[in-house]
């Protein structure tokens, strides 16, 4: 028995389409936990053909994402959980040749391959905010983890983990002790777990076999990019207080007093980069200008009190 963990949080359609596809994916004997972590709304799944499948929403009594998987996992009764994020589509085949992989060897875990859907990431290419996310990588796991000795259609042994689609035995994550809640938002909660699940001798896999969907759809366009740099600055700064002297950053006095100047015409700089053509021959200014705001934010981010 499989119990699957969603974590979610405002994301509308783009949940309904993610539920809709592990209902489409999970036996009948396997349970889907969905933890809303909006306490201000209800989530309602009556739209959703269940298809005989157990379904439970239950509402997180804390915060983060961190604690939401930590709730669903104390309310889970299957042997192995697989962690979902809310703008994943799965499928059954990802399950099926995951959990083989899972069950091959002791103290694995599991994540597997994702991309952006191949249709949308042509429609991106056609606005600049979606070419320069093809020219970081972010647009595959490939990506995020460049420098790997990426292989198609295997197994790698990675160097991190990723809560995206990550499968874990029952017993291994509870003897690891779950996620760490002092993470205020998504991001860093990863890492810490990582640190830990590599000293304990567990080993990280990714299975290029299991490829879904990453669906953000929604969060196509620079202000929601700036913002998830700004929470990954605030939980990395988290992690450096707790003791992880690897995340720490560096800001030189001559960069703080950049960042600082640059704060005060943060506005001038969005207004120069909202009024550069959508034109390839633009590109390359785009991204310098972008870079600056990343910078920014990860510094107020992580600078933050």
Not at 55 to 67: F, L, M, T, Y
Not at 281 to 305: H, M, P, R, S, W
């Amino acid at each position: 028995m499989i119990s699957i963990i969603i974590p979610t949080y405002k994301r509308g359609d783009i949940f309904y389409e993610c539920i809709e596809s592990v209902v489409d994916s999970v036996g009948l004997l396997d349970e889907i936990i969905v933890v809303n972590d909006f306490k201000e709304k209800e989530l309602d799944l009556d739209q959703i053909d269940r298809k005989g499948k157990k379904v439970k929403v239950i509402n997180n009594p804390k915060q983060g994402v961190a604690s939401a998987r930590n709730y669903g996992a104390k309310y889970a009764k299957g042997d192995v959980l697989l962690f979902i994020d809310d703008d994943m589509l799965i499928n059954s085949d990802a399950i099926e040749k995951c959990l083989e992989t899972l069950k091959s060897s002791d103290k694995l875990v599991v994540n597997a391959d994702w991309i952006y859907f191949p249709k949308e990431l042509e429609r991106i290419k056609d606005s600049q905010f979606g070419r320069y996310l093809v020219s970081i990588d972010f647009t595959s796991l490939k990506g995020w983890n460049n420098g790997l000795n990426w292989q198609e259609n295997s197994t790698i042994k990675a160097n991190g983990i990723t809560s995206q689609f990550f499968m874990i035995q029952k017993k291994d994550f509870e003897f690891l002790g779950g996620y760490n809640e002092n993470f205020p938002f998504a991001g860093f909660e990863d890492s810490e777990l990582y640190v830990r699940i590599k000293n304990s001798g567990y080993q990280p896999i990714i299975d290029t076999r299991c490829l879904i969907y990453h669906n953000e759809k929604d969060r196509m366009d620079l202000k929601p990019f700036l913002d998830r740099k700004y929470r990954g600055a605030v939980t990395r700064r988290k992690a450096v207080d707790l003791g992880f002297d690897d995340f720490v950053l560096e800001y030189s006095y001559k960069k703080k007093i950049y960042y600082i100047g640059l704060e005060k015409v943060e506005s001038i700089l969005r207004f120069l980069i909202e009024k550069i053509p959508n034109n390839k021959l633009f590109d390359n200014l785009y991204a310098k200008l972008v870079n600056q705001q990343i910078g920014l934010n990860i510094y107020k981010g992580y600078t933050a009190e």
